[in-house]
């Protein structure tokens, strides 16, 4: 899939343009989506209580904290951007990076931006369609998704400073509509609102709870808090990472998961569970009941934080794609940057392509089901390979080694997610492996047949030279301590 271009340029670097505070904010404005607004209904269904939902909120961030300081761990030992992609190609070889990559870069990532998009899409346009009986149509929602995209495409290809700038902003705001939550359900709670939380452990009425529920209630807990591993898909633009990559993981997870807890318990301040569980979105709910007229926040709070979510996500998964290429796993043009502006455009646009042609597909949730073992996969993998690299390389220079019990236990975590997910739904996740597999044959004929003809060779030259032009990108110049 090389090329062998001549084209090159001395000065052609990713930039350490990432701060801790951006750091923090890719963390947060990551993890914090529209699931938190719209639906914690899953944990309380599936918690069959009150109390026991809001702490499993609370252990779920516990456990991405493990996970993210594991990762902490692994982004200052290997210090190459790419995330999971480079730990699982560093630690068990190419093939098994190349399918982790294959992946995410064609279906994960790119569904779930359109996904998200898709949400930005219909909460910015609610105060504009406020009735149920007249929603936004489905070609409306479509454009502005599309709109989203090429936006902040637009901005990440322009400069890595605008688009952290960018996530600062959106996080901002995300987190003050969270805290207007919060802050009106303390105002509740202490005019004595405190019904949902007397006798908070007893099963809410219609409800149950068992081991099989509290497992549904976790597995769904950390789903919503997806997304703390995205920093390490961005190591080599984060100032001073040794020191950075841990700080801002013991800023972002804690933060997050104190908001989670409080904004959990201000629904249920203002809602009894009853109503929690029977609203399409909570938030949305919630603002009716305690803002009236001013409720059109809500909707404005998620457009919000979906949009900063598709800004995390694609400085993320560009620089998965760029990393791929690279590493020549993937097509050489993907693994340029522009020779002025810095930034991975080409994987940038990549990215942006993927995920417009997934807002033409009639089911993109479905694709969702079945990569939902793709993540805790490849963070198990990870980790794994966290403790192999421990044995095989024990002199590599390791700024952070977290105690052996928290990566171990962090695997049994994924092992339980990806069996439990298998479990509950086998068909797709028979279906998400096989289509994982199919990377093994674009892995051979794409990566591991090196002895290509060489008129092939030329009109890959002849296509990678063009786009060079075209987009005025050239590959990244390493030095011998890079």
């Not at 730990?87 to 779930?112: D, E, N």
């Not at 560009?318 to 810095?342: D, N, T, W, Y």
Request: proline fraction near 5%; charge should be positive; aromatic fraction near 10%.
């Amino acid at each position: 899939m090389s090329a062998h271009s001549d084209i090159s340029a001395s000065n052609v670097n990713l930039q350490r343009k990432v701060t801790l505070l951006n750091a923090v904010t890719v963390i947060v404005g990551s993890i914090i989506g529209s699931g938190i607004f719209i639906s914690p209904v899953g944990v309380l269904s599936n918690s069959g209580s009150a109390g026991l939902s809001v702490l499993i909120w609370a252990a779920c961030g516990v456990m991405s904290l493990v996970g993210a300081l594991c990762y902490a761990e692994l982004g200052t030992t290997l210090t190459a951007s790419g995330g999971d992609f480079t730990y699982i190609r560093t630690a068990f070889g190419s093939l098994p990076g190349f399918l982790y990559l294959w992946v995410s870069m064609m279906v994960s990532f790119p569904s779930q931006q359109a996904i998200i998009a898709k949400t930005f899409a219909n909460y910015v346009s609610l105060p504009f369609f406020p009735e149920v009986e007249c929603p936004p149509s489905e070609e409306l929602r479509g454009i502005l998704a599309g709109v989203c995209l090429v936006t902040l495409s637009i901005v990440n290809g322009f400069s890595v400073r605008l688009a952290t700038r960018v996530q600062d902003v959106f996080t901002l705001g995300k987190i003050l509509g969270l805290l207007l939550i919060i802050i009106m359900g303390i105002i509740h709670l202490a005019r004595g609102t405190t019904s949902s939380f007397q006798d908070s452990f007893d099963s809410v009425p219609g409800q149950a709870v068992s081991p099989t529920g509290i497992a549904q209630a976790v597995y769904a807990g950390l789903f919503a808090y997806g997304g703390w591993n995205n920093l390490n898909f961005l190591t080599e633009e984060l100032k001073n990472p040794n020191r950075n990559m841990p700080r801002a993981i013991l800023i972002a997870v804690p933060l997050v998961t104190a908001i989670y807890v409080l904004a959990n318990i201000s629904y249920l301040a203002v809602m009894s569970p009853q109503e929690m569980l029977i609203s399409q979105a909570v938030a949305l709910t919630f603002g009716k009941k305690v803002l009236g007229a001013a409720s059109v926040i809500m909707p404005i709070a998620v457009a919000l934080s979906t949009f900063g979510a598709v800004n995390g996500m694609l400085m993320a998964s560009s620089r998965l794609s760029f990393v791929g290429a690279r590493e020549e796993k993937l097509p050489q043009i993907l693994g340029m940057i522009h020779v002025e502006r810095k930034t991975p455009l080409p994987a940038i646009i990549f990215m942006c392509f993927m995920s417009l042609m997934y807002l033409l597909a009639s089911d993109i949730n479905q694709l969702l089901n079945y990569f939902s073992f793709v993540f805790w996969t490849g963070v198990g993998v990870s980790i794994a390979g966290m403790l192999l690299l421990r044995w095989r390389k024990p002199d590599l220079e390791r700024p952070l080694k977290m105690p052996w019990i928290l990566p171990l236990a962090f695997i049994l975590i994924c092992v339980f997610l990806v069996v439990f997910g298998a479990i509950g739904q086998p068909i797709d996740t028979v279906i998400g492996f096989g289509i994982a597999l199919s990377g093994v044959p674009v892995y051979f004929i794409g990566v591991y047949w090196t002895n290509k003809p060489k008129w092939l060779l030329n009109f890959i030259d002849a296509v990678t030279v063009m786009v060079q032009g075209v987009l005025l990108v050239a590959p990244q110049h390493l030095t011998k301590n890079e």
